[in-house]
């Protein structure tokens, strides 16, 4: 997860403040950051103890720094995914109270015990039918004369109140022609196909896999849970956004 995100991060205006020492650790991590901060890069020795303490020391500086030039935001979707050591940096990092003007928020769909005692967990109850609904209305009209209650009710049950579920069925529904977006309308062209899909076959699960990044981050920021790692209050004017793959 580190790799993801430091780069965004070196790139804000204060980053430049970090030790030597600590910028030859991130640029162990991410390579292109030895050129940033015109270091040699550490040798990683693997994920011992002590590469795990230099490195969350490393990122603590360099959340430090950052946040002495002003208030900034960090949001991280798909925690779910991280690696235990970048977790553990982001602990650390917290743990120290280096990121005092740091809003940091992460999505995931479970919860993250080694954050636990250093975050605020929001759980996110499933979406309602309604809101369902509301989510299809969103991109789109819903006509009762083309689209019943009773279909929304049944894809929000097949999608578990997930909003990620709901793309993906219609994802899934919009490949295979069951149903369609014409004139600014849901409208459905195959009963039988939307019924097929929502039993939830092999062949659709493979289809989900082609969503787009896009809507992947909009279905993981809404999923089951958004943390507030730490942070406080103020005006916010700059940001970096990323996700764990």
Not at 72 to 98: F, K, M, N, P, V
Not at 166 to 183: G, H, N
Request: charged share 15%; glycine share 12%.
């Amino acid at each position: 997860m580190l790799a993801s995100i430091l780069p965004a991060i070196a790139a804000l205006p204060g980053a430049a403040g970090i030790s030597p020492a600590s910028a030859a650790v991130l640029a162990g991590i991410v390579p292109q950051l030895a050129d940033r901060f015109h270091v040699a890069a550490e040798v990683s020795t693997g994920n011992s103890d002590e590469q795990l303490r230099r490195r969350g020391l490393a990122v603590a500086d360099l959340f430090g720094a950052v946040s002495e030039e002003g208030a900034w935001a960090l949001l991280i979707d798909d925690l779910q995914w991280a690696d235990a050591s970048s977790l553990y940096c982001i602990e650390r990092t917290l743990a120290r109270g280096a990121g005092a003007g740091l809003l940091l928020l992460g999505a995931s769909r479970v919860s993250i015990p080694s954050l636990a005692s250093s975050s605020q967990e929001i759980a996110l109850p499933p979406l309602t039918v309604a809101e369902v609904g509301a989510l299809l209305g969103s991109m789109a009209v819903v006509n009762a004369d083309h689209w019943s209650d009773a279909r929304t009710e049944a894809i929000q049950r097949h999608a578990g109140g997930s909003p990620f579920g709901v793309l993906q069925f219609l994802r899934a529904a919009i490949a295979s022609e069951a149903v369609s977006v014409t004139a600014g309308q849901w409208m459905v062209h195959s009963e039988t196909e939307v019924e097929r899909l929502l039993q939830g076959t092999a062949i659709d699960q493979a289809r989900i896999l082609s969503i787009s990044a896009d809507e992947r981050v909009f279905g993981g920021a809404h999923a089951a849970r958004v943390g507030a790692l730490g942070g406080l209050g103020g005006e916010h004017s700059r940001g970096v956004g990323a996700g764990c793959e």
